[in-house]
């Protein structure tokens, strides 16, 4: 087992009025090499699982094990080196003032202990070209950008790129194409589905587009109130399509 979530309570805004459980006694597993996408309605609690397997929140009760190794008490930024991370907002997965170059070098060093400049030489342009080349949208001529200066959709697949660019054991998809134009999340989403199935990530992704649910990943999971109400996985996740789905969450 790549992920296991055991026991799992977490508390908002404890001992006040607005005091919420979101998950109680909660229970959650994921296979080395699924690709699981998860729905639901706002606060059902699909970001907060993703934080709290990333070490953005701790739980109250519980534990979580990362292949077999308990990383409950682990810090986000321990986590980091063996769980990538993309988020909603294009601008958040690199830095913006740093050339797309920059931002590659850093992550191919990521946990090494480095000076930066030595990560810029001429073989490293030429690997980050060829990195860069297959995703078609000319990152691969940028690489002296800042990535400030780039469009949503090549920051959106730079920080995909970043993320997975260095062996992980997970990847977090947080709504990674919910800011972006229909036209560009269609591709990002089809070029994310490429760099997970190439790599074998195991790879939970949160979208409130019940298309990209259907169509991508291996298992389909919804959760509400803290609780999952659908999983399903294989033949079973075939047979369900995004109307059915809209249905179910209404």
Excluded: W
Aim: glycine share 10%; charged share 25%.
């Amino acid at each position: 087992m790549m992920l296991e979530l055991k026991g799992i309570k977490k508390v908002f805004n404890p001992g006040t009025a607005d005091e919420t459980v979101l998950f109680e006694n909660f229970d959650f597993s994921v296979e080395k090499g699924e690709f699981v996408s998860i729905v639901g309605s706002n606060g059902s609690g699909k970001t907060t699982l993703l934080n709290l397997i990333g070490g953005a929140v701790m739980p109250e009760e519980g534990k979580i094990f990362l292949d077999g190794k308990d990383i409950t008490g682990q810090k986000d930024f321990v986590r980091a080196r063996r769980i990538g991370r993309v988020f909603q907002d294009p601008s958040g997965g690199a830095a913006n003032r740093m050339t797309v170059a920059e931002n590659l070098a850093l992550a191919e060093n990521k946990g090494k202990g480095y000076g930066l400049r030595p990560g810029l030489d001429k073989r490293s342009a030429e690997r980050f070209r060829a990195l860069l080349h297959p995703l078609g949208v000319g990152l691969e001529d940028r690489l002296n950008v800042p990535v400030g200066a780039l469009s949503g959709g090549q920051r959106q697949l730079l920080t995909l790129v970043i993320a997975t660019l260095t062996p992980i054991d997970l990847l977090l998809l947080d709504e990674h194409t919910a800011a972006l134009d229909p036209k560009t999340a269609e591709e990002t989403m089809r070029l994310t589905d490429k760099i997970v199935r190439e790599k074998k990530i195991t790879t939970l992704m949160v979208t409130h587009n019940l298309r990209f649910a259907v169509q991508y990943g291996t298992r389909l999971c919804m959760f509400d109130e803290g609780k999952i109400v659908l999983d399903k996985s294989g033949e079973e996740k075939a047979t369900v399509n995004a109307e059915t789905l809209f249905q179910t969450t209404l």
